[in-house]
């Protein structure tokens, strides 16, 4: 089984990978429950099963629901960690997530926790909200059923006292793919008392953190086109680079087809564009993308403006703005530039600026 271990950055990298397997198993209502496992505060095990209900303010903490009279109220204030296993059968994929938790009641000042409580309690049904009404969990059921028939209340009402949010911050993600025969370790924080995990990760593994910031190494080819267009190793050095990124952006094109980030590719509407642009695995070959054409664009800007024999000072208006704008740069070179200046009667040598 290949097995593999990332540090997660601010922004996890995991999510996608579990919407992605959400979105699969849809049409299974069981989709949505997961297994959450804490401890007693005699030191016992616990475990149940629970209803995902998000993710809190779109960030990257997992949210369900309890009631503040359940016993994992107790149990979260003795040890606030938690784990989850989540088991989806039609990709045949489990996640299993591992963090702190923290128990959104009715006192909790954190306006932002008091939000996502709020909204987790207008999602729920009218009989999921009925249940907070219901009799002491764990005590022992009567023969009068009309106690669990209370009328239900709605959207609209105020929150009830017993309706608690449950948030997992989660600190270790464990995605094992069966299909593929792959495990993968992302972990927010290195155990202190177990410092081979770190020394498992390869040390040529770039996070895409790295590998974003690398990209900068395309600005030696923008420099030599605003300060050296005439030298004859300019143009080759600029095509190599930006074949180079290409080759980069095809590699990361094929990376996320493979992982299957294609099923949410749809190129012909908005909210298709609008939902790619938002997959962390699309921001580098998005990145890459405009590297490329923009430092093409700005090689064929110089080429032209040699052919024209435009001053080299005039270039570096458009050269940065091709660089930092793309298009504003082109449009400065065509209509504010480029028709004061006609062709040389004498054309450059061929090859010479290539």
């Not at 995902?52 to 016993?71: H, I, P, Q």
């Not at 749809?266 to 997959?279: C, I, K, N, P």
Request: a neutral charge; one cysteine or more.
């Amino acid at each position: 089984m290949q097995r593999s271990i990332t540090k997660m950055a601010s922004a996890a990298p995991w999510k996608e990978s579990l919407q992605r397997a959400l979105k699969k198993n849809a049409a299974s209502r069981d989709s949505r429950y997961v297994q959450l496992a804490t401890v007693r505060p005699d030191g016992r095990p616990a475990n149940r099963t629970i209803v995902y209900r998000g993710f809190l303010a779109e960030g990257d903490t997992l949210t369900f629901v309890t009631d503040s009279r359940s016993r994992k109220i107790a149990e979260v204030a003795a040890c606030p960690w938690g784990e989850v296993a989540w088991y989806f059968p039609n990709t045949r994929e489990q996640f299993r997530i591992l963090g702190q938790l923290t128990i959104v009641d009715s006192q909790t000042q954190d306006a932002a926790l008091q939000k996502g409580r709020l909204v987790a309690w207008k999602n729920m049904s009218d009989s999921g909200r009925q249940q907070f009404l219901w009799p002491q969990p764990g005590e022992q059921r009567g023969d009068d059923d009309s106690i669990f028939k209370p009328d239900p209340p709605t959207s609209q009402d105020p929150v009830l006292d017993t309706f608690c949010l449950v948030c997992l911050a989660a600190e270790e993600v464990d995605h094992l793919q069966l299909p593929k025969n792959q495990r993968r370790l992302y972990v927010l924080k290195p155990p202190a008392a177990e410092g081979s995990v770190g020394s498992q990760e390869p040390a040529a593994q770039w996070s895409t953190e790295n590998l974003f910031t690398s990209l900068n190494c395309c600005l030696p080819a923008w420099l030599l086109l605003l300060l050296a267009p005439r030298w004859r190793f300019t143009m080759p050095l600029v095509c190599i680079t930006a074949s180079l990124y290409a080759a980069l952006y095809v590699a990361l094109i094929a990376h996320t087809i493979m992982e299957g980030g294609s099923e949410k590719i749809d190129m012909f509407s908005f909210d298709g564009v609008a939902r790619l642009l938002s997959m962390r695995s699309a921001v580098l070959p998005a990145w890459v993308h405009y590297i490329v054409f923009d430092l093409w664009t700005a090689r064929w800007e110089v080429l032209d403006s040699l052919d024209r024999g435009v001053p080299q000072i005039l270039m570096a208006l458009p050269i940065f703005f091709t660089c930092m704008l793309g298009p504003a740069g082109l449009l400065i070179y065509l209509y504010a530039i480029r028709p004061w200046f006609a062709p040389l009667a004498t054309p450059r040598v061929a090859g010479k600026y290539e």
